[in-house]
């Protein structure tokens, strides 16, 4: 921190060379580094200060997904960084503790400049719950799952905007790793999962069918854990989960095929290697640090989104001078979005919501906290409860959208201010 306690972080966009398959150096885009970025931690109540650099040789920008912040400072699509120039948004950190990231969003181009690499995590600490794993690194792990398609010399080949749904890769990067092993030290260990591909949608699983606890959704903890054996995870969404394990076993995280477009095949993506002595970790806590539930208001508002094809809600293309939806400062709606094709998920920047309904039945329990993405499933119509903050800003667009980033670049997105 300076002086005045702002906290500053420095992210530069940057090509590199990594290898993405051992001993086959590619070209790769990263954050202060080749590939992917790091991650950043702040708590609430901290200013904090992003100074963005733009090595690449075109222009982008840089969202936070899931932060609560003016939109001035949201890094959508206008707010491009040129190539050599430099963005530094700040704001002050007000939400509850949750698993967030950040990846560029420039229109037409995201696929792309995520598929090369460009994302990172985002912390948001809040006072946690003590008894939750948080030794980062060790039992409190980040990880991003990413899909890619590599060719022969180890190079992301694929055309990330074609198709129904963009690329679907067959080889499974954790971290920007594939093949990925990691030795566990303690009996239990969070994972703060995120789903960071253009297009896949996960159900993850242990190769041995254990259970395992869910503690958080996108947007903060959960009320209490939920014990699953299968989590699902469309583009964008985040999970965070809590494994208990036994000393010197090995058990792989997996990913399985579901009946959708967006989720063939089974693939391992992370083997899982117990030491012989762990390290002593309290029990799971019976109740979390969750943030208070979103209530529907009597009259709460109602806004419809149809998504039909690919490129467009309610019928109408992405256009960066068109403001789709107004809403009023720190409002609560019910927003409702209606899928007539195949699989879609939808975004929200700026707000956390909850997931009424999905076809008239409620959402799984693990999937029944604060979040911001939420998966669509073909034919069928999702309503949320969406509470909106308070920075108000009649000319600068917030963006809604469907986070399979090929429906987004091609136009499956809309903008709204809060006024
Ligand atoms: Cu993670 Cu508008 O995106
Ligand atoms: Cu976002
Ligand atoms: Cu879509």
Redesign the pocket.
């Known amino acids: 921190p300076d002086r005045d306690g702002t906290r500053h972080f420095a992210l530069t966009m940057q090509r590199g060379r990594s290898e993405l398959l051992p001993g086959r150096p590619v070209e790769t885009w990263g954050f202060n580094g080749p590939h992917l970025g790091p991650t950043i931690r702040a708590a609430r109540g901290d200013r904090v200060r992003m100074t963005v650099t733009n090595r690449l040789a075109e222009a982008s920008t840089v969202?936070w997904?899931g932060m609560r912040l003016p939109a001035k400072m949201d890094g959508?699509p206008h707010q491009m960084i040129e190539p050599g120039g430099t963005w530094s948004p700040h704001w002050t950190i007000d939400q509850p503790a949750a698993t967030s990231w950040y990846?560029p969003?420039p229109h037409g181009r995201t696929a792309m400049h995520v598929y090369r690499g460009l994302a990172g995590m985002f912390i948001v600490d809040d006072g946690d719950t003590p008894e939750l794993p948080s030794t980062y690194g060790v039992d409190d792990v980040p990880l991003v799952l990413q899909d890619k398609e590599l060719a022969e010399d180890g190079s992301p080949t694929g055309d990330v905007l074609s198709g129904t749904f963009g690329l679907l890769g067959d080889r499974m990067l954790v971290n920007g790793v594939h093949a990925p092993f990691m030795t566990v030290r303690a009996e239990r260990v969070r994972f703060r999962i995120l789903n960071g591909s253009n297009a896949r949608r996960y159900h993850l699983v242990f190769g041995d069918g254990r259970r395992f606890h869910v503690v958080g959704n996108d947007a903060g903890l959960l009320p209490a854990p939920v014990e699953v054996e299968q989590v699902s995870l469309s583009p964008?969404e985040r999970a965070e989960v809590v494994v208990a394990f036994a000393p010197g076993e090995q058990v792989f995280l997996r990913t399985v095929a579901g009946g959708d477009d967006i989720d063939e095949g089974d693939f391992d993506l992370l083997k899982l290697v117990a030491a012989q002595r762990l390290t002593s970790s309290p029990r799971l806590p019976a109740r979390l640090a969750a943030p208070a539930p979103i209530v529907v208001p009597a009259n709460a508002g109602v806004r419809r989104f149809r998504l039909n094809g690919h490129d467009a809600i309610n019928g109408k293309e992405m256009d960066l001078s068109r403001i789709d939806e107004v809403v009023p400062a720190g409002a609560t709606e019910i927003w409702e979005i209606e899928n007539t094709v195949y699989a879609h998920n939808f975004?929200i920047?700026e707000v956390a919501f909850q997931v009424l309904d999905v076809d008239g039945d409620k959402p799984a329990a693990y999937a029944s906290g604060h979040k911001d993405t939420v998966y669509v499933p073909p034919k069928s119509t999702v309503r949320l409860v969406v509470k909106f903050g308070g920075f108000t800003d009649p000319v600068t667009p917030y963006?809604y959208?469907c986070?399979i980033l090929r429906h987004e670049d091609s136009g499956m997105m809309g903008q709204f201010v809060i006024v």
């Open positions: 969202h997904h959508g990846h969003h964008g975004h920047h963006m959208h986070h």
